[in-house]
């Protein structure tokens, strides 16, 4: 079922791991960076969980950061390898965002979070596979193919981040960017057996992120352990004068408290989440971890969000607005694809866009503009705008009680590619447990806590606003008490 082996082989180490290789002269950022483009370059084939690998930049990357350390040089994540999601714009490299529209955009700067996380000294490897501009929780929206999971290559790894995180999943690079905006780096990190952390709205920039839906989009991070979510947070946080929706907030260490204690940390159970939609072995699952913090020295708490299960209707009102203003701008006329010999601009319009988008995309912009015209826009967005702030007092209300929310990331195990395609509603409802959080801008982090025939469980931690410290610190303290984090599938070991 899984593999234990640690060993010296590097593809298997954690991103903290490799940086203690690497200062230690165990090996160099080149052997590490070959090592692991050798591993994209041997499973590319069977996961698809990248649109682009950038191997020639990789290894002048790995060449500086070497010469970097032997002169006592570069920074905190000088030499460790990364991948970043298709929608994070990459200076001189293409970024597509999954989609036709834009499969040869090559973007003329670098986004926020890629320059913070270069200047830190991480070398890019690629640029991962996608759902079509976030649009899906399967990653088979993708002008490029579905990507597979490494569990189970008949599976689903997820989305819309599926192909960062099969690629954490398969050892194939020991971390990644994605974004999440109802569930999209959480939902897959559940689905693969990894950590994902989506933090506060505004704690990550999102200059240089291509928008779905602007006051939800947030960028984040998968990887294998709550330590390297961390390590990755403190390069990427902080407000940035290009983003007028990054938060004035003090970045604190996220490394620095990862070692306190749960002891007295009070945890909210949503009596809600535990619902007949949540696999009732996930849900054996999720209540033994939550035990073992208990056991640990954390009090469990049941808790009430008596607005959440509005919380998907309510998304895929604001979300599909926002994405029908956003995606007007690929319009066919200054970048992406151009439909040939239009007849007039109207024609130009309606082929471009008509020939560049996937199905996914013009149904939640169909829907999006149905629901900002005139004569809907009171019935439809304006209340969705409404019930999101009870949401939002929900987990207020909640957070006055317990320190942190807890529950399952996803009602199911990974499901079969093409099982939800044909019934979107049913595909939608996969990210119930995760909308919630995105609503009320909160930060929200998934982690392993177990298996069911023989495929990973997630277990999900919501946290107050620019509680980012101390979801890290009790995930980490979870991954002290358990080996779920540590297990990978057998067939990338």
Not at 158 to 187: C, E, F, K, N, W
Not at 261 to 282: E, P, T, W, Y
Not at 293 to 317: F, N, Q, R
Request: proline share 5%; hydrophobic share 40%.
């Amino acid at each position: 079922m899984t593999s234990n082996r640690a060993g010296n082989a590097l593809h298997l180490r954690t991103l903290a791991q490799l940086r203690t290789g690497l200062a230690d002269g165990e090996f160099s950022s080149r052997e590490l960076t070959e090592t692991l483009l050798a591993r994209i370059d041997h499973h590319q084939g069977s996961l698809n969980a990248f649109v682009t690998v950038t191997a020639d930049a990789a290894l002048a990357q790995a060449a500086i950061a070497d010469a970097n350390r032997a002169a006592g040089k570069g920074g905190p994540l000088n030499g460790l390898p990364i991948v970043h999601k298709d929608l994070f714009c990459t200076k001189g490299v293409r970024t597509t965002c999954g989609s036709r529209i834009l499969r040869d955009f090559v973007s003329p700067y670098d986004a926020a979070v890629v320059s913070r996380l270069a200047d830190a000294g991480a070398i890019m490897l690629g640029k991962t596979n996608m759902d079509e501009f976030a649009m899906g929780s399967s990653n088979e929206t993708s002008f490029f193919g579905p990507v597979t999971n490494p569990w189970d290559t008949r599976l689903s790894p997820g989305g819309s981040s599926g192909g960062s995180a099969a690629a954490v999943a398969a050892r194939l690079v020991p971390a990644a960017t994605g974004t999440d905006t109802g569930g999209s780096i959480r939902q897959p990190a559940a689905l693969t057996g990894t950590v994902g952390l989506k933090p506060t709205y505004g704690r990550v920039s999102r200059f240089g992120m291509v928008a779905f839906a602007s006051s939800l989009d947030q960028a984040g991070v998968i990887t294998r352990s709550a330590e390297d979510a961390a390590l990755l947070m403190n390069a990427m946080a902080g407000i940035d004068a290009r983003d007028s929706t990054s938060a004035d907030q003090p970045v604190p260490d996220y490394t620095a408290g990862l070692a306190d204690s749960v002891k007295g940390l009070r945890i909210g159970m949503v009596r809600q989440h535990f619902d007949a939609g949540l696999n009732a072995a996930c849900a054996d699952r999720v209540r033994a971890s939550l035990r073992a913090l208990e056991e640990a020295g954390a009090s469990l708490v049941e808790v009430d969000l008596p607005s959440i299960g509005l919380s998907v209707p309510t998304y895929y009102v604001v979300a599909p607005a926002e994405c029908s203003s956003n995606l007007s701008r690929f319009d066919g006329v200054r970048f992406g694809h151009r439909a040939e010999n239009p007849k007039d601009l109207l024609d130009l319009y309606c082929r471009s866009r008509g020939e560049g988008f996937g199905a996914e995309v013009k149904r939640r912009i169909m829907t999006g503009t149905y629901v900002l015209s005139a004569g809907y826009y009171d019935a439809y967005y304006l209340k969705a705008q409404k019930v999101r702030q009870l949401i939002s007092r929900d987990f207020s209300e909640t957070f006055a009680k317990v320190d942190i929310i807890a529950g399952p990331t996803a009602p199911t195990t990974a499901f079969a590619l093409g099982e939800k395609t044909d019934d979107p509603i049913t595909m939608y409802l996969n990210d119930i447990y995760t909308i919630g959080a995105n609503l009320a801008g909160l930060p929200g982090i998934s982690l392993p806590c177990g298996f069911v025939d023989d495929l990973p469980v997630g277990l999900q931690l919501v946290g107050p606003h620019f509680a980012e410290a101390r979801l890290l610190s009790c995930a980490h303290q979870y991954q002290q008490l358990t080996d779920w984090h540590s297990r990978g599938p057998e067939d990338y070991a």
